[in-house]
């Protein structure tokens, strides 16, 4: 599953300190859920990215304020 978010390789590295291994390619981040993932596996991958990507916007948002 490829996700379009901005800035994938810091998504990515933040995921992986919290031991989820994706990838990223320009503009996304790939996830593989599959059979052998618990529904409550995914969950988390998803409310992580939701986190990260929240506190990214926030960062902006402060950085924006500050020009």
Avoid: C, H, W
Wanted: no cysteine; glycine share 8%.
């Amino acid at each position: 599953v490829m996700l379009e978010l901005d800035e994938p390789e810091a998504i990515g590295a933040e995921l992986g300190k919290r031991d989820i291994i994706v990838d990223y390619r320009p503009g996304t981040v790939r996830i593989s859920p599959y059979f052998y993932n618990t529904t409550e596996e995914n969950r988390m991958v998803i409310e992580a990215i939701k986190e990260i990507v929240g506190s990214q916007d926030r960062r902006r948002s402060t950085d924006d304020g500050r020009r």
